[in-house]
């Protein structure tokens, strides 16, 4: 197997191994960390020595011993006899059950802030090391690392249990989950600071660990809506930008980079989906993705179709960015003038006003009704308002076409 191979195994293997540990021995903090080495023992030994015959099981092991010795506080031992330790273990009996979704349920904690139980998911569901993470999101790896190490502790504070919650919590855990999914594939898609527009590999992991989530609960339609939304979304990825970096806006991507497969497995998600009792906010968006995907040009798009999605989606999940892609869209079906006077009821909203997208908005809507020159400053507060450097670029691109001469 090759060393890649070996990565994208172990990352899949993470948090059924530690699911394994928390629930025999319910320390998340220490059996996170004890899982932590066993994979870094196995990322050093499995490309020389070979895949054993159970790598779960092998991991189980490893983990297992590496918990009893970090509970025994015996750290000299420990680093006396962790190298043989590693190559001698018997794979054991593991339960053949996948506590990703607890696991996912256990790092998305109420207690814990948005931010943390993102970068915990990462680190105890994801496989992702400390510095990924903190390379991810730009700040030091200190930083991230006290963040998770606040993380555990404040689950541990709780006194969480390592059990599916039911009834009412359970829904709200699970959109909790989903909501974190969603973030982590957003940053992935588009940068929310940084020289890249995006950072593929968490896209990627995002979209793994919400199959896995599928996987677990295919019949809940929010579950498939997020997987299609994000699927549909990312399809798009080798087209958003010019071989240079740039980017590129949806109307002008060339349609025949999108990745046909994903679209094909969102589609039919979405379809699937539509057909069952609930219609909730990420059924919608994938639901407005899929009419984009349908579309083989620009122009065909069945703006009316978007518009009214957007309707809906604003009745069930109230948001100003979602009034904002309305205005889009109503201005792509009625005229700029239409989508600008819908533009000017989120001015008041302290969310949006003088956020870059509506900022930009404007601009492109201006550019459409023929003020140039509103466009021009508008493009450039624009501009000045985001961290992302290719969005800059891009901005600042269309403000130098409309430059009063």
């Known amino acids: 197997m090759t060393a890649a191979g070996i990565e994208d195994l172990l990352r899949g293997l993470t948090p059924q191994v530690l699911g394994t540990l928390v629930r025999k021995y319910g320390r998340f903090e220490g059996c996170e960390d004890a899982v932590q080495e066993a994979v870094l023992a196995a ?6 020595e070979g895949v054993p015959d159970n790598p779960r099981g092998w991991l189980v092991t490893v983990a297992s011993r590496r918990l009893v010795d ?3 506080s015996d750290r000299a ?13 018997a794979p054991e009996e593991v339960p053949d059950t996948d506590d990703t979704l607890l696991l996912l349920f256990l790092c998305c904690h109420p207690a814990l802030t948005a931010a943390s139980q993102t970068a915990l998911t990462l680190r105890a569901v994801g496989g992702l090391t400390t510095a990924e993470i903190a390379r991810a999101f730009l700040v030091p790896e200190a930083t991230m690392a006290a963040r998770i190490s606040r993380a555990k502790q404040r689950i541990r504070a709780a006194g969480s249990a390592f059990a599916a919650p039911v009834g009412a ?7 909790v989950v989903l909501h974190v999914l969603y973030l982590i594939f957003n940053e992935g898609y588009t940068a929310s600071s940084g020289s890249e527009l995006d950072r593929p590999d968490l896209a990627r992991e995002a979209i793994r660990l919400t199959r896995s989530v599928y996987a677990q609960l295919p019949g809940d339609g929010e579950v498939a ?5 994000i699927l549909l979304t990312h399809a798009r990825r080798a087209a958003r930008t010019t071989a240079a970096g740039d980017l590129v806006p949806l109307d002008e991507q060339d349609r025949t980079a999108w990745d046909r497969e994903l679209i094909d497995e969102g589609t039919a998600l979405v379809k699937a989906a539509l057909a069952g009792p609930e219609l909730g906010p990420y059924l919608v968006q994938a639901a407005i993705a899929a009419t984009h995907a349908d579309a083989a040009t620009a122009a065909d798009t069945d703006w009316r179709q978007v518009y009214g999605l957007y309707l809906i989606l604003e009745r069930i999940a109230p948001n100003p960015v979602v009034t904002l892609n309305r205005a889009v869209a109503l201005a792509e079906a009625e005229g700029p003038r239409a989508g600008l006077e819908l533009l000017a009821t989120l001015d008041t909203d302290a969310r949006m006003a003088g956020h870059h997208r509506l900022l930009s908005v404007r601009a492109h809507l201006l550019e459409r009704d023929g003020d140039r020159a509103g466009a021009y400053e508008h493009y450039r507060r624009a501009a000045r308002g985001t961290a992302s450097l290719a969005e800059q670029r891009y901005l600042e691109g269309r403000a130098a076409r409309l430059r009063p001469s």
């Open 43 to 48: 990322a050093v030994q499995w490309p020389s």
């Open 225 to 229: 809506g997020l997987l299609a939304l």
């Open 169 to 175: 919590e359970r829904e709200e855990r699970l959109r």
């Open 77 to 89: 031992r420990r680093e006396r006899e962790s190298a043989t330790a590693a190559a001698e273990v």
């Open 70 to 72: 970090q509970v025994r």
